[in-house]
């Protein structure tokens, strides 16, 4: 294996999308079958619709036609498709909307109950596809059912609280779907513990693959970015720390 470009990694992450709102500049613009250019706006911190994130047309931000809560991440599936995951109840569900079939709303229909409420997507158009996976599942790889829809996404790594049966244990586990071939690895992060952290206030919030060394790497917040070791569970080294 090639030694990781720590450097190169330091930009891999500034690319690597976050969950919402707090990483909403990390989420991906892009182009729709039709050609349409969507992106992303933040709706601030106050408010009856402060820390929601829209997607909307790039001329027309002002009507969306998918509204976020926290804890959601977008990612795209190719050819032309957007995939959107997020925690929901003790399962990690992944959705897949054709954005050319997203209708636009009014922001008066998600003020005021959106943000407080459990609910962590808006929209009027039904997603084409749409599963969960539990988190219940036990380290290593696990045979899932992808709906076809997800067919062309090679690999996406979900962080993800992870049940602890004491201090000691891993509180967080990398979800890595590999959608394509219908499996997902489950990966305790063996030295994220609450003996060693303090979960809650400091988690795991996004994570990726080194294109050249193929190990994982990630954002820790409030503490800092670090590179796993080869086998995905333990912490080779940070990167960056924060003091």
């Not at 959107?84 to 997203?102: A, K, N, T, V, Y």
């Not at 039904?126 to 969960?132: L, Q, R, S």
């Not at 086998?231 to 924060?242: I, M």
Request: proline share 9%; charged share 20%.
């Amino acid at each position: 294996m090639p030694t990781p470009n720590l450097s190169a990694i330091r930009q891999q992450l500034e690319r690597t999308v976050g969950p919402s709102p707090w990483y909403w500049n990390s989420f991906p613009a892009f182009r729709s079958l039709s050609g349409q250019r969507f992106t992303w706006t933040h709706h601030g911190e106050q408010g009856p619709v402060g820390y929601l994130v829209t997607l909307g047309h790039e001329q027309e931000p002002e009507q969306p036609r998918l509204a976020l809560n926290t804890y959601c991440r977008p990612f795209l599936v190719p050819p032309n498709y957007l995939g959107i995951w997020c925690p929901e109840g003790r399962s990690i569900r992944l959705i897949c909307f054709d954005p050319d079939q997203l209708k636009a709303f009014d922001l008066a229909e998600v003020a005021g109950w959106f943000k407080p409420s459990s609910d962590r997507i808006y929209a009027t158009t039904a997603p084409v596809a749409d599963f969960e996976v539990p988190l219940a599942l036990g380290p290593g790889m696990h045979k899932i059912e992808v709906p076809q829809e997800f067919a062309a996404v090679d690999e996406l790594i979900a962080p993800t609280s992870y049940k602890a049966l004491s201090k000691d244990d891993p509180a967080f586990a990398l979800f890595v779907f590999y959608l394509q071939a219908g499996l997902v690895e489950v990966l305790p992060q063996k030295w994220f513990t609450a003996a060693q952290y303090e979960v809650g206030r400091q988690w795991i919030s996004r994570a990726a693959r080194d294109a050249e060394s193929h190990r994982i790497f990630g954002d820790c917040f409030g503490v800092g970015t670090f590179l796993l070791e080869e086998e995905g569970c333990r912490l080779a080294e940070w990167v960056e720390r924060k003091s």
